[in-house]
């Protein structure tokens, strides 16, 4: 069955440690959801904020990633779906997209 990366964008902090469990618990109950279905390869992790970045061929490494907060990665899961349009369908559940954020749908290549 095809894979697929869900790229996870954009979304907002919570205010405090309550509704931080809150997401969580939503986030759990959607990545235990798509388990059940036999869709769920990898549930993947949040990232940091912080990391490098190395640039062309000086290989010159900087401090980032910097970009805007709506474009900044923040985690990631892999899924098994029949095709794009069934993978786009199953991403529509994310939490994120409650809270402003996108979730990239990208197939992954098979080499």
């Known amino acids: 069955m095809p894979e697929f990366l869900y790229i996870y964008r954009g979304t907002q902090r919570p205010s ?7 997401i969580l618990q939503k986030w759990m109950s ?34 980032g ?3 805007e907060a709506k474009d900044l990665v923040g985690g990631f899961s892999l899924v098994e779906a029949r095709d794009l349009d069934e993978a786009v ?3 529509k559940g994310c939490p994120a997209l409650e809270r402003g954020g ?7 290549m098979k080499i």
């Open 89 to 91: 369908e199953l991403s």
């Open 65 to 67: 990633p910097y970009a």
């Open 16 to 22: 405090d440690p309550q509704e931080g469990q809150q």
């Open 30 to 63: 959607w990545l235990e959801g798509l388990a059940k279905q036999g869709k769920l390869k990898d549930r993947g992790q949040p990232l940091e904020p912080t990391g490098k970045v190395v640039n062309g061929r000086a290989k010159t490494v900087t401090d």
């Open 102 to 108: 996108t979730v990239e749908v990208r197939p992954l």
